[in-house]
């Protein structure tokens, strides 16, 4: 009766350690492994608890691993994604600065020929008006020679 009372008190120890405990804590198989009275079927039970145990863990490793790693590349992937947009607007902002100074250059392009244009107008106006002058003063001259001739055909 008192070997049985401590066998019960014992696997209750066991029982109670062994949920207190981790599965894959060291101290959880030196605690249960040692028990000599345990009958072989609790033995095949508690091994078969602690290999679930243990695979459980593993998968539970490998399943934290296979999300870490697809949350590392989901980040991968989003910031390929921000490089590819920044580089997207920064060509865009090139392009833009581009036109703009295809703009410019048009716009001076137009305004030295205006000023070119203006230029050769006035030029020619010049031109115009010494040929108006040259043809005015000749006539002045013709006029004045035309009446010294008159004069001189009076006066004879």
Do not use: C, H
């Not at 040259?134 to 010294?148: A, M, P, V």
């Amino acid at each position: 009766m008192l070997n049985r009372s401590l066998t019960l008190k014992v696997w209750l120890l066991a029982i109670v350690l062994a949920k207190a405990l981790p599965v894959n804590s060291p101290a959880y198989g030196q605690i249960i492994q040692p028990i000599p009275q345990q009958p072989e079927f609790f033995q095949e039970r508690m091994r078969q608890q602690q290999e679930q145990g243990i695979q459980q863990t593993q998968e539970q490793m490998k399943e934290t691993w296979l999300r870490l790693n697809l949350q590392q590349q989901q980040l991968q992937l989003q910031q390929l994604q921000q490089q590819q947009e920044f580089a997207r607007q920064r060509q865009e902002l090139i392009r833009q600065q581009q036109f703009r100074l295809q703009q410019e250059q048009t716009r001076l392009q137009q305004q030295q020929f205006t000023q070119q244009q203006q230029l050769r107008i006035q030029q020619q106006q010049l031109r115009q008006d010494q040929q108006i002058r040259q043809q005015q003063q000749f006539r002045l001259q013709e006029q004045r020679r035309q009446q010294e001739f008159r004069q001189q055909k009076q006066n004879l």
